[in-house]
T-cell receptor, first 115, second 114 residues
Framework: AQSVAQPEDQVNVAEGNPLTVKCTYSVSGNPYLFWYVQYPNRGLQFLLKYITGDNLVKGSYGFEAEFNKSQTSFHLKKPSALVSDSALYFCAVTDSGAGSYQLTFGKGTKLSVIP | DSGVTQTPKHLITATGQRVTLRCSPRSGDLSVYWYQQSLDQGLQFLIQYYNGEERAKGNILERFSAQQFPDLHSELNLSSLELGDSALYFC?????????????FGPGTRLTVT
């Protein structure tokens, strides 16, 4: 079984400050990890992924995430937040050896960037 | 724009009815996934098709079924609808190979059962 935890329902950050959205995961095998963003009344937009290799992955719109195997974490970060980053963020995991790459999502974290 | 299209965008129907949701994947993607998003359950995987064949099933009710056609578009059929089936239904497509396992989501179909 696979699972994802996003411990914060909401994160508030001032514009220009760094932001972090936390994610921890559990899978039986090796994880493939993803971050998605959802704006109101829109579909999910892919931000970045960890498949293998470098633990620090860079994605769209200046976002990055660090894969930490020992802590089973994949936190999303951005050095300087923009008001336009305000949205709902989802972390997702799939088991690379399971035969299907179906995603298990966390409950989502609402990011509010305050001007 | 993800390249994944879903129709219709909104659907309002009565309990007991049957509806069909349609999804066209990105060009070249063989895998189609269906997900349900609701306030109480969050985002849940329903079913996956790969190149016309069912690959995996998640928390999909027996009243729900899906198929993928030779042109790779997919349909999700929901029958004997209940109030609790009201949700946002997403399809997503993926290459599922190489290093490309990310799924690209359509805009969703918002189903309201009255």
């Amino acid at each position: 079984a696979q699972s994802v935890a996003q411990p914060e329902d909401q994160v508030n950050v001032a514009e220009g400050n760094p932001l972090t959205v936390k994610c921890t995961y559990s899978v039986s095998g090796n994880p493939y990890l993803f971050w998605y963003v959802q704006y109101p009344n829109r579909g999910l937009q892919f931000l970045l992924k960890y498949i293998t290799g470098d633990n620090l992955v860079k994605g769209s719109y200046g976002f990055e995430a660090e894969f930490n195997k020992s802590q089973t974490s994949f936190h999303l970060k951005k050095p300087s937040a923009l008001v336009s980053d305000s949205a709902l963020y989802f972390c997702a995991v799939t088991d690379s050896g399971a035969g299907s790459y179906q995603l298990t999502f966390g409950k989502g974290t609402k990011l509010s960037v305050i001007p | 724009d993800s390249g994944v299209t879903q129709t219709p965008k909104h659907l309002i129907t009565a309990t007991g009815q049957r509806v069909t949701l349609r999804c066209s994947p990105r060009s070249g993607d063989l895998s189609v996934y269906w997900y349900q998003q609701s306030l109480d359950q969050g985002l849940q995987f329903l079913i996956q098709y790969y190149n016309g064949e069912e690959r995996a099933k998640g928390n999909i009710l027996e009243r729900f079924s899906a198929q993928q056609f030779p042109d790779l578009h997919s349909e999700l059929n929901l029958s004997s609808l209940e109030l609790g089936d009201s949700a946002l239904y997403f399809c997503a497509s993926s290459v599922d190979g190489g290093s490309s396992y990310e799924q690209y989501f359509g805009p969703g179909t918002r189903l309201t059962v009255t």
